[in-house]
């Protein structure tokens, strides 16, 4: 069984020497990924049955202010990627297109998909939500191009601190729910699927990816 869930990211034929090394194939790709992940994520939200804890947040944000939960999203990741500073990390252009693409794919998701009534469908939105993550986020880690400003954080606070990245994780998403929670963002059972199952959907997708950049390159 483990088999089916991959431990690593795969060296994939469109990988990236380095963080700024642009081709039409890789950035296809991280493009196509990263709004998978914005569209799983808006999902999610529509399906009113409990956010991604980050969208917590996002959401309380764009309540307060007003916004769009898309624009909330975008003010998110360029606050998160600010606190990459005194890390000294550096941002790569999959770095950036994580914080434009994503939240424009959420608020198109949002403005377009209507909210459904029947709960059988929600849930469905929920599933579906959370597989699309994982598939988006598979992608865009492969190119190579930069993680996301919220991965980038958790690997700085990890490195600087000595601490296990899963706790590291764990502490960082516990304060953004708590506090997207106050704001009036909604949480759920959604959530709670969320965060039980978004770390075997990045592992089976990237299992998926893996089989097919071998069979490819065959």
């Known amino acids: 069984m483990r088999r089916f869930f991959s431990h690593s990211i795969p060296i994939t034929n469109w990988r990236a020497p380095h963080q700024w090394a642009l081709s039409p194939l890789r950035v296809s790709i991280l493009v196509v990924g990263l709004t998978l992940f914005g569209i799983g994520d808006g999902l999610l939200i529509i399906s009113h049955l409990g956010n991604a804890p980050w969208s917590v947040l996002s959401q309380g944000l764009s309540r307060q202010l007003s916004i769009s939960i898309g624009w909330a999203t975008f003010i998110v990741s360029a606050a998160v990627l600010l606190l990459w500073i005194p890390f000294k990390q ?5 770095t950036l297109a994580n914080i434009l693409v994503i939240a424009l794919a959420i608020d198109l998701t949002v403005a377009w998909v209507p909210a459904p009534e029947a709960l059988v469908v929600r849930a469905y939105l929920v599933i579906s939500g959370i597989a699309l993550v994982g598939a988006g986020s598979a992608l865009y880690l492969t190119c190579g191009l930069g993680v996301g400003p919220r991965d980038g954080l958790m690997t700085a606070i990890h490195y600087k601190s000595g601490l296990p990245v899963a706790r590291v994780r764990a502490g960082i998403e516990g304060v953004v729910l708590a506090l997207g929670w106050l704001l009036g963002g909604r949480v759920g059972i959604g959530t ?25 390159a065959q």
């Open 90 to 94: 550096r941002p790569g252009i999959g």
């Open 192 to 216: 709670l699927l969320f965060a039980l199952g978004i770390g075997g959907a990045v592992a089976l997708w990237l299992t998926v990816v893996g089989l097919f950049t071998k069979n490819t």
